[in-house]
């Protein structure tokens, strides 16, 4: 463990055995008091587990540089170790919460003593995971105008293909008492990140930006793309690892969050600490912001004042159309109406010598076959009411031709279209005792 005030092994070994010879005044416990007088540094306390191995315990002295200030929200400041342990699965860099606006900067070299805690962001039963942080902090500034620690790129390359490793069965799923493995998943790589200066290069955006300031881009442009720009979420078991929420440390009166789209590319370099949160996972909280580059998705020409548009494109209720005047607007619930719509052959290019056939047809009193009930096309006629028909006449196919007095009966042949058979003459088909029987 590198520190700036080294105390080697041989060092305490030798003490050790003076005091165990009679050499030195003292005893085997003032040895091990000697021996554990390190300083602590940032990656003991965030150790190589999730979960730090010096949680509830005060903690004196802890050396840094300010990588970032947040004077917004969760308050507090950022440090990091310029000294790193080669431990891959150590974090370099704390959060140190301070519950009102810190009144540290950027580059300034930093003693914090505190008590080491896990904050859950959404409490204990969201199941989300934790942040080592320092809470109630007693802040000395050493020095001021510092350079940062250099910011590790985080790319396609440096991000694992695997997302999570399997729970342990022992602690009910859990992966928070399971050694990082940083090269192997994507939440390790990530988790032995937190707190560090980091950076990312050109991404593509995949998720809008918000109301509360936040945009998602992914440092895999290849990775379970999307046809219009986004990126596919495909399971629990497919997830997009190069996933990463982007905010600012700048207030928004200060410097205005940029609004992006899906598809929109944030280019240039993104830099600041590595923070995690219940709304959007791992997070780039940007002391340094990339510009906004527009992608293939752009807004309506037609659209204007009162308008409202949904995320990618897609038209809502209420937005003006190009075939309305100016200005107006549909209400939802707001009818479109129809004009009567004519008969083929009054339209315009209509037919006219079938529209003379139907009026004939109508003045004769008959239909035209397209208004047969029933579908009955060339061979039906139209019922007519009971105040238009003529005495004795029959309505149906088989009517008579010629019309009768009153009372005089229709002779069989004289005239009809079609002869009936009496009723009393039909034949029925007979039915058998066997079909009359019921079902056993």
């Not at 005060?58 to 969760?74: L, P």
């Not at 390359?157 to 602690?171: E, H, I, R, S």
């Not at 300031?213 to 497919?238: C, D, F, M, P, Q």
Request: proline share 9%.
């Amino acid at each position: 463990m590198r520190s700036s005030h080294p105390r080697s092994a041989a060092v305490a070994a030798l003490v050790a055995s003076a005091l165990a010879t009679g050499l030195l005044a003292g005893s085997a416990d003032a040895a091990e008091g000697a021996v554990s007088a390190d300083p602590i540094r940032i990656h003991d306390i965030q150790g190589t587990t999730r979960i730090s191995p010096l949680v509830g315990k005060q903690v004196a002295d802890v050396e840094g540089i300010v990588t970032g200030v947040r004077t917004y929200g969760s308050r507090g400041f950022w440090m990091q170790d310029p000294d790193a342990d080669g431990n891959d699965a150590t974090s370099e860099g704390v959060f140190v919460f301070t519950n009102s606006v810190p009144t540290v900067a950027v580059g300034d070299a930093v003693k914090v003593s505190g008590l080491v805690g896990e904050y859950v962001p959404g409490g204990a039963a969201s199941g989300n995971q934790s942040v080592t942080q320092i809470s109630k902090p007693a802040v000395t500034v050493v020095s001021s105008g510092n350079a940062l620690p250099e910011a590790t790129a985080i790319n396609e390359y440096t991000v694992p293909a695997a997302y999570a490793p399997a729970g342990d069965p022992a602690a009910a799923g859990s992966i928070n008492g399971l050694t990082l493995e940083p090269s192997r998943y994507a939440l390790d790589y990530y988790e032995a990140l937190e707190g560090m200066n980091v950076r990312i290069g050109t991404s593509r955006v995949v998720g809008a930006t918000d109301p509360y300031a936040e945009l998602w881009v992914t440092v895999k442009g290849w990775e379970n793309t999307a046809k219009r720009g986004g990126t596919i979420y495909g399971s629990y078991e497919s997830q997009n690892t190069g996933r990463l929420q982007i905010q600012q440390l700048a207030p928004l009166a200060q410097q205005p969050f940029p609004v992006a789209n899906v598809g929109d590319k944030l280019t240039g370099t993104t830099e600041g600490p590595l923070d995690f949160n219940q709304f959007g996972g791992y997070t780039l909280v940007a002391r340094t912001l990339g510009t906004v580059k527009a992608g293939t998705i752009a807004p309506r020409e037609d659209q204007g004042a009162g308008g409202q548009r949904a995320r990618g494109g897609h038209v809502q209720r209420g937005e003006p159309r190009p075939d309305r005047p100016a200005g107006e607007v549909r209400q939802p619930g707001q009818g479109r109406r129809r004009e009567p719509r004519l008969p083929r052959c009054r339209r315009p290019g209509g037919d006219p010598g079938r529209q003379r056939r139907q009026e004939r047809r109508h003045r004769l009193g008959r239909a035209d076959p397209d208004e047969v009930h029933g579908g009955d096309h060339g061979r039906g006629r139209p019922r007519l009411p009971v105040a238009d028909r003529q005495p004795g006449e029959q309505q149906g196919r088989r009517r008579a031709r010629r019309q009768h007095p009153p009372g005089v009966p229709v002779q069989p042949g004289a005239g009809l279209l079609h002869r009936a058979r009496p009723r009393a003459t039909r034949r029925r088909r007979p039915v058998s005792s066997r079909s009359r029987a019921r079902p056993p």
